[in-house]
């Protein structure tokens, strides 16, 4: 019982000892363009100590970095794919209006209808997935210019078109509650 105590004492007593700790505000400007792994340093922040902040990308859950480039994905019908379409984008930055791509007919190839599925091959599956450049949309640069947006257009049924737009819609009320 006695050791305990004293134990107790010795522990209180380096606590009371122990220097008190100064919250400091350390006021960083994240520049535009800045990509994950940057480092940050901010030097003699207390005599003798230095802190490093690390950036870190998080995941986008519609937009890819590749570079510079901005790249997103988009769904849309033979139809659509075949008279022309505009593509309303969802900007990276929430505040700012959807961006408008105009597809044209003609714009996007369109391999002919198989009646057998197991007669499509993979190749040609990939031939359904294009992309579509759009200069100066995608990632900021230091330089103050941007890189590119490149949107995967995959070309499906008009069948199927409409239900991934009714997952889409689904997920965008199901984000807002």
Same mark, same amino acid.
């Given at each position: 019982?006695?050791?305990?105590?004293?134990?107790?004492?010795?522990?209180?007593?380096?606590?009371?000892?122990?220097?008190?700790?100064?919250?400091?505000?350390?006021?960083?400007?994240?520049?535009?363009?800045? #990509?994950?792994?940057? =480092?940050?340093?901010?030097?003699?922040?207390?005599?003798?100590?230095?802190?490093? %902040?690390?950036?870190? /990308?998080?995941?986008?859950?519609?937009?890819?970095?590749?570079?510079?480039?901005?790249?997103?994905?988009?769904?849309?019908?033979?139809?659509?794919? =075949?008279?022309?379409?505009?593509?309303?984008?969802?900007?990276?930055?929430?505040?700012?209006?959807?961006?408008?791509?105009?597809?044209?007919?003609?714009?996007?190839?369109?391999?002919?209808?198989?009646?057998?599925?197991?007669? %499509?091959?993979?190749?040609? #599956?990939? /031939?359904?997935?294009?992309?579509?450049?759009?200069?100066?949309?995608?990632?900021? =640069? =230091?330089?103050? /210019?941007?890189?590119?947006?490149?949107?995967?257009?995959?070309?499906?049924?008009?069948?199927?078109?409409?239900?991934?737009?009714?997952?889409?819609?689904?997920?965008?009320?199901?984000?807002?509650?």
């Amino acid at each position: 019982r006695h050791v305990w105590l004293s134990g107790a004492f010795s522990a209180l007593f380096l606590y009371v000892n122990l220097p008190k700790v100064q919250m400091r505000e350390i006021v960083a400007d994240i520049q535009r363009g800045w #990509k994950g792994g940057t =480092k940050l340093k901010f030097n003699r922040v207390e005599p003798g100590i230095s802190i490093v %902040i690390l950036l870190e /990308e998080q995941r986008h859950d519609r937009y890819t970095r590749v570079g510079d480039d901005l790249q997103t994905d988009a769904v849309i019908g033979r139809t659509k794919a =075949k008279n022309g379409c505009t593509l309303l984008i969802d900007h990276l930055v929430e505040e700012e209006l959807p961006i408008e791509v105009k597809v044209k007919p003609g714009d996007l190839k369109i391999s002919k209808r198989r009646r057998r599925k197991s007669t %499509i091959s993979t190749k040609q #599956k990939e /031939e359904e997935v294009q992309v579509i450049r759009v200069n100066g949309r995608g990632w900021p =640069k =230091k330089s103050g /210019e941007r890189g590119d947006l490149l949107i995967r257009v995959r070309i499906v049924s008009d069948k199927q078109a409409l239900k991934h737009q009714e997952r889409i819609r689904k997920r965008k009320i199901h984000k807002s509650l």
